[in-house]
């Protein structure tokens, strides 16, 4: 399992969309939803044009997945998105045996909010704070157990190539 992280409009859902270059064939509600694609990866959630990923799945459903995870078939699984970007979540996978491997889209502070206010986001300030915490937080707790730094700073096809790179390695 791949896992993307990062702050708010920093390109996650960009990148994986990009990485993932695929049409969907199905989209499973049970039991919990998530996205086949034609080439074989199995995304966690579906995609939205913003807070796509795990981000649409509901907030209680956290239990859901890592249940459904234990049992899941073969394939390669990926999730994005600040729902399940946790430590009890990231811990029960790897219990699960899924061999998870964690990716930071590393953008400043300034440029993610810039990107937001961009978009037409209005994020309450303690939200969009709360939400850098957390990730430098994860950055911090994963940063000497194999995450992977990606420069969110460059072009999104780059980002995405890079992306693509690690997740069919």
């Known amino acids: 399992?791949?896992?993307?992280?990062?702050?708010?409009?920093s390109g996650k859902t960009t990148a994986l969309t990009n990485a993932i270059n695929s049409?969907?064939?199905?989209?499973?509600?049970?039991?919990?939803?998530?996205?086949?694609y034609e080439n074989?990866?199995?995304?966690?959630?579906?995609e939205r044009n913003y807070f796509g990923g795990t981000d649409s799945l509901a907030l209680n459903a956290q239990p859901k997945v890592i249940e459904g995870l234990s049992s899941a078939t073969d394939g390669?699984?990926?999730?994005?998105?600040?729902?399940?970007?946790?430590?009890?979540?990231?811990?029960a996978v790897?219990?699960?045996?899924?061999?998870?491997?964690?990716?930071n889209i590393d953008v400043p502070e300034i440029e993610a909010e810039y990107r937001a206010y961009r978009r037409g986001?209005?994020?309450n300030p303690r939200w969009f704070k709360g939400r850098l915490t957390k990730i430098k937080n994860l950055v911090r707790f994963?940063?000497?157990?194999?995450?992977?730094q990606l420069?969110?700073?460059?072009?999104?096809?780059?980002?995405?190539?890079?992306?693509?790179?690690?997740?069919?390695?």
């Open 23 to 36: 049409r969907v064939s199905c989209l499973h509600l049970k039991p919990f939803k998530h996205t086949h």
């Open 151 to 169: 420069d969110g700073k460059l072009p999104p096809d780059k980002v995405a190539t890079a992306l693509k790179e690690i997740i069919s390695a």
């Open 76 to 91: 390669v699984y990926l999730g994005e998105g600040d729902r399940l970007a946790n430590i009890k979540f990231f811990t």
């Open 142 to 148: 994963y940063g000497d157990k194999g995450l992977i």
């Open 1 to 9: 399992m791949f896992y993307v992280i990062g702050y708010p409009a």
């Open 94 to 103: 790897s219990e699960a045996g899924l061999g998870l491997q964690i990716i």
């Open 121 to 123: 986001h209005q994020f």
């Open 40 to 46: 074989g990866f199995i995304q966690i959630g579906a």
